[in-house]
């Protein structure tokens, strides 16, 4: 076990546990806005779907029903206006923190082996290059990395922690560089369809990559569009060469998405007026806080997409963090995403209303 905790950094969120310990204190209780997990129900025709389909004693299949490819198919075309998707091009995962984790050991990615991500970013991706012994490195832009032995290159728009969202001019250049030195580009867009100041756009457009998924996967996950965290609902889709390969090891690995949790998928995917209600609960959550925030002295950057507020008083992460658990409220220090976000805090609007209007009277008081 040495050998592997030798490899992985500390787990983040251990070094929160004093400062959680301190907001809990508050006479009114914490109000926890340090983790992204949705509070809100899950859709009732999406618990029906489930429902329906919980007797089901066989295996699932990795690829999924054939229901589901259709749904996803679909689902990427009319959303993410991508043309000619097939089958081939889409495939069920276990929640897409698995799919991070062990992406480069499901390559064959190891030693010798470079993964690239950005310079803030979701610590999986690191913690996926660890697992596989392979080297890593954060980026502030892509196509000035030394392409030699750089196999993956992980994207992420709307960035988690940041918000940031990659214009279609960028994501244009990004992957035409990528094809160019044959690198490997995943597109994490787990946020794609909560876009406030900007309007996220996929790789999978056609106006990104010419018409061709060569070289180009993205990410997705029903997780936050439709509070499917506890479902481990999300799928992969691009180029079938790379797709297939995982299929067969998945296959082997026996990485199932449950039967019910496809029926659930359906179901979401087949419908986007839950999402449109649900953004309309996110959006008045992030208003709230934003303002309660920049009248208590912070200052924000990027935040155009996604569910987090990227907040900063120009001092340590860590200070900000326990000024704000001395009021109860609990936020995520920035270096948990890399050593740039070191004096900045991410404020998640996944809270509830009444824990969120209790946030934003403490920042006033």
């Not at 990559?209 to 996967?217: A, F, L």
């Not at 997409?305 to 220090?333: F, I, K, M, N, Q």
Request: aromatic share 8%; with cysteine.
């Amino acid at each position: 076990m040495s050998a592997v905790s030798d490899r992985l950094p500390t787990f983040p969120w251990d070094k929160l546990e004093p400062y959680k310990k301190t907001a809990a204190g508050h006479p009114d209780g914490i109000v926890d806005l340090s983790v992204g997990t949705p509070v809100d129900p899950v859709p009732e025709r999406i618990q029906k779907a489930l429902i329906a389909a919980a007797d089901s004693p066989g295996y699932p299949t990795v690829w999924g029903t054939p229901e589901l490819r259709d749904a996803l198919t679909h689902w990427v075309e009319r959303r993410l206006g991508a043309r000619e998707i097939t089958h081939r091009h889409v495939l069920p995962v276990v929640g897409s923190k698995e799919l991070v984790a062990w992406l480069p050991t499901q390559l064959g990615l190891g030693p010798g082996d470079r993964v690239a991500y950005p310079r803030l970013a979701y610590p999986t991706y690191e913690v996926g290059a660890r697992l596989a012994r392979a080297e890593h490195e954060a980026y502030d832009d892509p196509t000035a990395l030394d392409p030699a032995g750089l196999k993956l290159l992980w994207l992420n728009s709307p960035s988690n922690p940041t918000g940031k969202v990659l214009s279609k001019a960028e994501l244009t250049r990004i992957v035409a560089w990528a094809r160019e030195h044959g690198v490997l580009v995943f597109s994490d867009e787990c946020y794609l369809e909560l876009g406030w100041d900007a309007e996220p756009v996929s790789v999978l457009h056609p106006d990104v990559n010419g018409g061709s998924y060569e070289g180009i996967v993205s990410v997705h996950s029903l997780s936050k569009r439709s509070n499917l965290a506890g479902y481990r609902a999300a799928f992969l889709a691009g180029d079938p060469d790379v797709l297939g390969p995982l299929l067969q090891i998945r296959k082997h690995g026996g990485m199932m998405t449950s039967a019910p949790t496809q029926a659930a998928m359906v179901a979401a995917l087949g419908d986007d007026e839950h999402v449109r209600v649900q953004r309309e609960r996110y959006a008045a959550r992030r208003t709230a806080l934003r303002m309660a925030l920049l009248g208590h002295g912070f200052r924000i950057e990027h935040s155009e997409a996604g569910l987090y507020l990227w907040a900063t008083r120009d001092e340590s992460c860590w200070d900000t963090v326990g000024r704000l658990a001395e009021r109860g409220v609990l936020v995520a220090p920035g270096d948990f995403y890399g050593p740039a976000g070191e004096k900045f805090v991410r404020v998640a609007v996944t809270a509830t209303d009444e824990r969120v209007r209790a946030a934003v009277e403490r920042l006033k008081a």
